[in-house]
């Protein structure tokens, strides 16, 4: 169908020409001599309004004027208030009807009710928003690693190995339900990969099998968790950027994940105004002003062990309580991140037993360099590390937790071939999401999220 994008005339408005857009009818008003439509077509968060003069020549359908209908319009750009393009039509066709009951109306729908219409609720300003926002942080994370040498690649989702070490591995099989074997063993030598198989929690481990070749990678795609974790910022299935470097060590990790997240924030106040403005508006006031004043300063950074003697010092009434070797949760992430610093802050050097099996063991034999970077109002969203290259101290460590060794063979081996120092972090790019648009439940940044007994 020849047309053009809505976004198009707001940004070039060639007043006095003839255009054809096409999109969905978001408002419309009549009156007597003259109609108005609103009129989206998802390019752009401002509506293009469309004005029908009914007492001249203007062909339209009056099922034209019915909220979610399709439209084809015909006419001329001409300067509307506030000196906006508008379009006064010459010809508006409907492309698909909608009926009367269609559920998004006019009024301010709320968040919880919208997740129950995946299939339209991307029609709705805040998703029409948030995917713009989502879309322009994606392509900003590319440029910002390709510009810098790194090497995109695609780690499998398939995997016979549990990456965190965690069990929160969906597992793969062609098996359905039988009780016709005797025990596990057998059941997964029948299985399709003749061995138990699963959905990848992350692609680190095959990722550093390529920063090994290719000294500087990163991936974009999917991560599965099967943990059993409702909350508004776990998702069964996120998008995951994990970019892993070799020859770099704990500080070097720290110094791109800032880099990184600066400018990926950067490129999207400035190429996102509207949707940021929206945000601003109706999700967190300040949010604008509070992100260029995340990149234009230098992220905090803490130990652990510092972290938890603020945490015991303050008085709060947690609901997990603070001892050290405590796994931080989300209160104590969040009264760091805001009560202490106000700020974006990475917490370094957590003790072993709660961090995973390939992290670097540091001298004090008690804690690992691993980075965690917490921000206000949401938590954690880049979790790090650098990784244990030593080849020995690595299986010693796999031994401590009881780890069976057999799906890790090339992951150990690349420690005897070169081995150097390096390392990477996990971005969850809705995390990143929730924070640049203060959008609080990660079930609203991810058009169709899957969540624990959520699925459709
Ligand atoms: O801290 P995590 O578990 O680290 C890893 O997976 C490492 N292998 C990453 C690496 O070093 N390459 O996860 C990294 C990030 C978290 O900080 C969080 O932002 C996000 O992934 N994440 C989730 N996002 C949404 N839903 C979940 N269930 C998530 N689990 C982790």
Partial sequence: MKHIDVKQIFEEPAFGGEVTVCGWVRTARDSKNVAFIELNDGTSLPHIQIVIDKSGNTNCDAEAMRLGTSVKVTGTVVEGREGKPEINAKEVSVIGTCPLEYPLQKKRHTLEFLRTMPHLRGRTNTFNAVMRVRSVLAEAIHTYFQERNY????????????CEGAGEMFQVTTIGYSDGFKNAEEYYAADFFGQRAG?????QLE????????????????SFRAENSNTPKHLA?????????????????IE?????????????????????????????????ERLRDLISHKFATITYTEAIEELKKSGEQFVYPVEWGLDLQTEH?????????GRAVFVTDYPKEIKSFYMKQNPDGKTVAAVDLLVPG??????????????????????????DMSPYGDYLDLRRYGSVPHGGFGLGFERLIMYVTGVQNIRDVILFPRTVGGIR
């Fill in 151 to 162: 090497v995109y690649v695609n780690t499998p989702l398939i995997t016979g190995s549990d």
């Fill in 199 to 203: 959905l990848s929690v992350s692609g």
């Fill in 207 to 222: 990722g550093e099998m390529a920063a090994m070749a290719m000294g500087k990678i990163y991936t974009f795609g999917p």
């Fill in 237 to 253: 299935e996120f998008w995951h950027v994990e970019p892993e470097v070799a020859f770099a060590e704990l500080p070097d990790v």
């Fill in 256 to 288: 791109i994940a800032e880099d990184m997240l600066k400018h990926v924030i950067g490129t999207l106040l400035e190429k996102c105004p509207d949707e940021m403005a929206f945000f601003d508006r109706h999700f967190e006031n300040g949010i604008i």
């Fill in 333 to 341: 992430e969040r009264y760091i991140s805001e009560k202490v610093f």
């Fill in 378 to 403: 949401v938590g954690e969203i880049i979790g790090g590390s650098e990784r244990e290259a030593d080849y020995d101290r690595l299986v010693a460590a796999m031994e401590d937790r009881g780890m």
